[in-house]
């Protein structure tokens, strides 16, 4: 069975540079790894895309990367409005079935 | 500009039956892959669903496979999740999505606003 597994919180103070991981298991980690932004109330927002790439109109504070069988989303110079939870994404090709991870909440101190 | 209005949720019995419905616009509908995610009470984002361009390739989570049916009227510019011998744990908040024209299909680049699905007797 394949799993991503993140933190289930993060913190940071304002300014600060934050790393959020996502590690993977099975066939789960051939694939690129997608990153969410899910602030509460709001719909979920591409981050990153093919494990580095940033969909137009994503600021370049927000960047990925991808290593063997683990990912990490960095956020750097943090704001307010960065609060949210986080969720790491990625298919498996056995499965033929999209993977999203447990999510991590980032709070901004 | 890229919408997608997600109808159809509310309140169903266990066992019950209920289709969402998700209208696009903006973009060329049969131009890309569209999926249905979904987030229970005080958890995280859960895949629900995909489906290619057509309709002739669908991929669903374990725990709706055989219950639940995506499908599309590219005509009509819409999407479908019809929901079958729904159970209590199906409770969540259902959204449509875009899927970029990338592979893997888990980069989802535009999203509803949501619909909330009840099953609760």
């Known amino acids: 069975q394949s799993v991503l597994t993140q933190p289930p919180s993060v913190s940071a103070a304002p300014g600060q540079k934050v790393t959020i991981s996502c590690s993977g298991s099975?066939?789960?980690?051939?694939?690129?790894v997608s990153w969410y932004q899910h602030p509460p109330g709001s719909a979920p927002k591409l981050l990153i895309f093919?494990?580095?790439q940033r969909p137009s109109g994503i600021p370049n504070r927000f960047s990925g990367s991808k290593s063997g069988t683990s990912a990490t989303l960095a956020i750097t110079g943090l704001l307010a409005e960065d609060e949210a939870d986080y969720y790491c994404?990625?298919?498996?090709?056995?499965?033929?079935?999209?993977?999203f991870g447990g999510g991590t909440k980032l709070t901004v101190l | 500009e890229v919408q997608l209005v997600e109808s159809g949720g509310g309140l169903v019995q266990p066992g019950g039956s209920l289709r969402l419905s998700c209208a696009a616009s903006?973009?060329?509908?049969?131009?890309?892959?569209m999926t249905w995610v979904r987030q229970a009470p005080g958890k995280g984002l859960e895949w629900v669903a995909n489906?290619?361009?057509?309709?002739?390739?669908?991929h669903y989570v374990d725990s709706v496979e055989g219950r639940f049916i995506i499908s599309r009227d590219n005509a009509k510019n819409s999407l479908f999740l019809q929901m079958s011998s729904l159970r209590v744990e199906d409770t969540a908040v259902y959204y449509c999505?875009?899927?970029?024209?990338?592979?893997?299909?888990?980069?989802?680049?535009?999203w509803g606003q949501g619909n909330l699905v009840t099953v609760s007797s």
């Open positions: 093919e494990s580095i």
């Open positions: 994404v990625t298919w498996d090709s056995s499965l033929r079935a999209v993977l």
């Open positions: 489906i290619n361009f057509h309709g002739s390739e669908t």
């Open positions: 903006g973009f060329t509908f049969g131009s890309n892959w």
């Open positions: 099975g066939s789960s980690f051939e694939s690129h």
């Open positions: 999505a875009r899927l970029m024209v990338r592979w893997p299909p888990t980069a989802f680049d535009y």
